[in-house]
């Protein structure tokens, strides 16, 4: 076989997944940046139930429309004020929320309405715009856009499912967990010599290499023999989120500033009881992996914020789950936020006050919230803002998110 770099990299492109299809190979991205504060943002996909996840017991409608998911104190819930309760899922992270490093806003959403389709909730959700197609890069690049001496970490990406919210002109960097290229040393020979006249693919190379040698230690001395070999090792199961927030706390121990992610299984329309207590866990251990990786001087200048399309219906189905519907309810986390408290106007749950008398009613724009964090965090202008990075945007009275 001719080994060309067309083919190496057609090879290459066959150990992709992507992320919107596979839990197990959702990819991380990272942007350095000169300033000093960090910001992470996961996307939850699948459609968060709001009134689980931040249950508002003190609603006098709220037990009547859910007869075997409504939770509060009562029923395992822990109680944030009175009126709010934190799902049990979420219990790792009450330490957060009593030293005020978790927050949330609830009743949110993007301006996606009524089709209630998580493509399209995705794409909308990520892009930042008013409406689809209306922009082709995603507002995390276009943040970084706005700001001098972004500089790339690496031009290689292992795996494909790209985040799309850090699509664009900025350079970024993209690693995805259990995909990894094995060469014997012969073949990691012949591919630097054929690499080496194009200063790019050479230094993609050696990324690419690196990083497939952290990610399966040893694999080298079992491929002595092969010429090259594209693997997809067993995925981890059960522990992918883990190795995602772990490797997106190294990074942000170094000098990357930006971390972008997504944690998958959030469409509870059936035994929402038990799919959604384990999807919880995951965005809890991940978020307590990050704290615990990036260490206490850089969380306490980090701000993480979680993420959804869009939220469920206030009606439970018959078969114990919620189905799609509109507003929903961000996460915040990190040293940065000013936490311990729910942010948001609640618009109510009698069946006037919803959404096309079936959701919950959004009151406020989540991209607000995040542009908000963002001009205090990095100090990004807000004309910026409003015109560039959240086109259409009028960013409303400062929430006061940070501190």
């Known amino acids: 076989m001719t080994l060309t770099r067309r083919h190496f990299l057609a090879r290459s492109a066959a150990i992709g997944c992507s992320a919107a299809a596979s839990p197990l190979l ?3 991205s990272f942007a350095a940046a000169p300033w000093d504060t960090r910001l992470v943002v996961i996307i939850l996909r699948g459609g968060v139930d709001a009134l689980d996840m931040l249950q508002p017991y003190g609603d006098p409608n709220y037990a009547g429309l859910r007869s075997t998911l409504a939770g509060g104190p009562n029923k395992g819930g822990l109680d944030l004020d009175g009126f709010y309760a934190l799902h049990p899922g979420l219990a790792p992270l009450m330490p957060l ?5 978790l927050g949330f806003v609830q009743a949110v959403a993007t301006p996606y309405r009524n089709r209630r389709s998580h493509f399209d909730g995705q794409d909308l959700l990520e892009a930042g715009s008013t409406g689809l197609g209306q922009v082709r ?7 970084l856009q706005q700001m001098a001496g972004v500089e790339q ?26 995909a990894a290229l094995v060469m014997s040393p012969q073949a990691e020979l012949l591919a630097a010599q054929m690499m080496q006249g194009d200063p790019l693919f050479d230094a993609a190379l050696t990324e690419a290499l690196a990083l497939s040698q952290d990610a399966m230690p040893g694999a080298l001395a079992q491929n002595a023999g092969t010429m090259m070999e594209m693997t997809m090792p067993s995925p981890s199961r059960g522990r992918s989120h883990r190795k995602v927030a772990e490797f997106a706390a190294d990074m942000l ?21 038990r799919g ?10 991940s978020i307590t992996s990050l704290r615990d990786g990036v260490g206490h001087s850089i969380w306490g200048k980090t701000a993480v914020l979680a993420m959804t399309e869009f939220g469920r219906t206030v009606r439970e189905n018959g078969t114990g789950g919620t189905d799609h519907g509109t507003g929903g309810a961000m996460l915040l986390a ?4 000013r936490g311990g408290q729910v942010y948001g106007r609640w618009p109510g749950l009698a069946e006037a006050d919803l959404f096309d008398r079936r959701d919950l009613m959004p009151t406020a724009d989540l991209r607000s919230q995040v542009a ?17 990075v959240f086109p259409g945007l009028d960013m409303g009275a400062d929430p006061g998110l940070l501190l």
């Open 26 to 28: 959702t990819p991380v």
């Open 97 to 101: 929320w009593q030293r005020g490093e």
């Open 137 to 143: 890069d995603g507002w995390l690049n276009r943040m």
């Open 153 to 178: 970490r690496t031009a290689f990406a292992i795996g494909q499912g790209e985040m799309k919210l850090l699509h664009g002109g900025a350079p970024v960097s993209n690693w995805a967990p259990d």
């Open 253 to 273: 121990r170094g000098d990357a500033r930006v971390a972008a992610f997504s944690i998958n299984g959030w469409d509870t329309h059936s035994r929402q009881a």
């Open 276 to 285: 959604l207590t384990k999807a919880l866990a995951r965005l809890s251990d």
């Open 334 to 337: 990190g040293g940065a936020i």
């Open 372 to 388: 908000w964090i963002m001009q205090g965090l990095i100090g990004v202008d807000r004309g910026a803002l409003e015109q560039l």
